[in-house]
């Protein structure tokens, strides 16, 4: 008997039927021997709706109103599952992120878990019935406001919960298999992911894969929860995300490479010219911070040596393109540059392993296959267990592709590459 | 500057549009110096659709889950008309009824409310901003879980917020310009009442107006808050219901009747000869009442000197006629009486004023126009302040407009009648 936190996306529950296929799934875990805490998202289209009711109003909403506004979706779709849950006979109640303990900081919007006090779940699971949990909201300690917790906040909630009830896994309910070596939209060929590190995806998530928003393994991997990420329509067994292998599972040889992640969303700003003396490219880089703009990857030139000019190269999402070139222009003359170039076609691949950390070939093996493929190298950036390039955008399928054949990722073919094999 | 506390219904907040129009109606009672809170029901047909969404999924839906379901509705209206206050440059913010401190009973699905604690909606106020409650819903006090307060929740919030305040007046917005002398789709001449007493509104409530539901005048008139019903369309002045005028305005001769009420959902069991021995009256009703049905009228006939016998007949909701005469023929042997007749084609008038109690002549009056008009009467009942009478269904049209024009309530002919003229 084990306590399992289920998370179900807005997929999952979009209508009455997928509710009620939902609730079987659930009755079937519990009537297992399982304690059963659910965590669930809005029903499908709920959020967009609510977003759109709201744009009709004012192109502006305060954002504490926009999120009790938004947290009406996971009050309709909990109270339903419930009820969907008790119809099968098994005894079920569903709590708001508020009576579920889910405090946050009262950043409205994107507010992050402070802590979790689950008392009331807790006791329900005591009497043996069924915790429905709303998933992406939480209350401010203080104040008793609506917080709702932005991207990733279904599954970030899940995780917390599991975390705060010492829940043996965390099960993350979606639309597809699992994790899988690349995207099977680009690779036909990708295998899912049997297990991944915390680490390994961390890097998978911060380099593109969407499967799972970075926050929620972040949390995952503070408090040790195993994560099990799985198809809510198959059944099948998905990937594990854990330090260690599943319960009653072998240690296997862990591979070199987990994944090709990939991410066509960024864009690149090269700020041309730049004087080389200490202290500029801070300068520039606070210029971008204080537009509230993320950046990636920085690549910075070697100095011409007759000039004393430099260029420094960086992406950032293509969606504060505007933003950024926008506040760099305004500081040109009082950092003495010559130019900004913006490039928004541009792709970003990523080769994730832990593997790699005791494997040197590793990036020379990468640069080859992207050679071979005639796909030339804009930027790159290494860490322990990942290697990051950029390329034209419309080389990066292309890319994907010849690294994922190139590492023996592809499903049939060649064989798996584990670590120890010296591959 | 007063304290307002306003109420718009869900047909005043249909949709977007209708949400500006009320924020500008609630912006300008703010400008104009007044202390603003308001309390909102779900936008038009919203619990409808929650209400069929989840008879998709089940039939028996739990209540506490139905309760969590429904009051979703609220939070999207109130965020809603937040966010549309602010975009006047008035500050709003919106409460569930939680933070509202609207403590209620746990009797989901209609929960009495036990006391209430604006705290939140206090210092909102006092910060100079609005305060926008959900109507219709609160939270039990021990256990934190969201109830409704069932039919005429909305109101009964308002009112109670305003009395937990002590807010000079608290209006009630709805489709209609406030309370007629007669239903003015039936009596065409029906005259707006420019003021009733917390009594006759109650008689007024529970004898078939169905402009506000009897608990929340009972609320009002504990707590003497000032009501006042009114167009949330033209923003004329309504009725205002209450024991003494509106302030500023001289104490006008209160006129003997205030209005004709009806109400054709009634239908009326007759018990036949029932044995006229003491205790048997009190069984019939007994088992009336363990089949939760609550009866309006009762009339006994005088015995039958030479049989022994009686008839009993009784009025009740329509919708609970199975129910009633099912339980009363299950227990024809054990109480022995002939037969239990069901009609419902009857229709119910009541007379309503306080005025009356001083004016010996109301009841002759009435019988008088009845008989005039050719209508039969059925069944009789009198208070202090009312006099109701049972005819045919068919008839009662006629029988309302006959005694509207008797008691001079006509809006064009004849003056209006108030006490102490004689008449």
Redesign the interface.
């Known amino acids: 008997m084990a306590l399992i936190v289920q998370k179900y996306g807005g997929s999952s529950v979009a209508d ?1 039927e997928s ?2 296929r939902v609730a079987k799934r659930i009755a079937e875990a519990k009537r297992a021997g399982n304690d059963v805490v659910v965590v669930v998202s809005a029903m499908g289209d709920t959020t967009d709706e ?1 977003i759109d ?2 744009q ?3 192109p ?3 954002q ?3 999120d ?2 938004l ?3 996971e ?2 779709s ?3 599952l ?3 849950i ?2 099968l006979g098994v005894r079920a ?2 709590f ?1 992120g ?2 579920a303990g889910v405090i946050t900081d009262a950043v409205h919007g994107k507010a992050r878990i402070v802590d979790v006090v689950p008392t ?1 779940v807790r006791e329900t699971v005591e009497k043996g019935q069924v915790a429905i949990v709303a998933g992406f909201q939480g209350v401010t300690q203080h ?4 917080t709702t917790l932005g991207r990733g906040g279904s599954d970030t909630t899940a995780v917390a919960l599991a975390a705060g009830l010492s829940a043996d896994v965390c099960e993350i309910y979606t639309d597809v298999d699992g994790v899988f070596t690349a995207d099977p939209r680009i690779v036909p060929s990708a295998r899912k992911i049997h297990r991944v590190t915390y680490e390994e995806m961390l890097d998978l998530a911060a380099s593109g894969a969407k499967i799972l928003a970075l926050r929620c393994v972040e949390y995952a991997r503070r408090y040790a929860v195993p994560l099990h990420v799985r198809s809510s329509f198959t059944g099948r067994d998905g990937t594990w995300v854990a330090d260690l292998p599943p319960e009653g599972e072998e240690d296997m040889e862990q591979p070199i490479i987990a994944g090709v992640a990939h991410d066509a969303s960024e864009a690149k700003i090269t700020v041309v010219g730049v004087p080389d003396v200490p202290g500029t490219a801070a300068r520039i880089f606070e210029v971008v911070a204080a537009a509230d703009v993320n950046i990636d990857m920085i690549v910075q030139n070697v100095s011409a040596a007759k000039t004393g000019l430099t260029d420094i190269s960086f992406t950032l999402p293509s969606t504060d393109g505007a933003k950024a070139t926008a506040a760099l222009a305004a500081t040109q003359e009082e950092i003495g540059f010559e130019s900004v170039q913006y490039d928004d076609q541009i792709g970003k691949l990523a080769l994730v392993g832990a593997g790699m950390k005791s494997h040197p070939g590793v990036s020379a093996k990468l640069f080859g296959a992207l050679r071979d493929a005639g796909i030339n190298i804009e930027m790159i950036t290494t860490s322990e267990i990942r290697v990051s390039v950029v390329t034209r955008a419309d080389q990066l399928a292309d890319a994907v592709r010849a690294v994922h054949t190139a590492f023996g990722l592809d499903g049939d073919g060649e064989a798996v590459v584990y670590a120890g094999t010296g591959r």
Do not use: C, H, W
Request: aromatic fraction near 0%; charged fraction near 20%.
């Open positions: 009455a509710i009620k609510l009711l709201a009709q109003i004012t502006i909403p305060p504490r109103e926009m009790i506004l947290t009406a979706g009050r309709i909990m109270s339903l419930a009820m969907a008790t119809n109640k569903s708001t508020q009576q009331r104040t008793n406001d609506v």
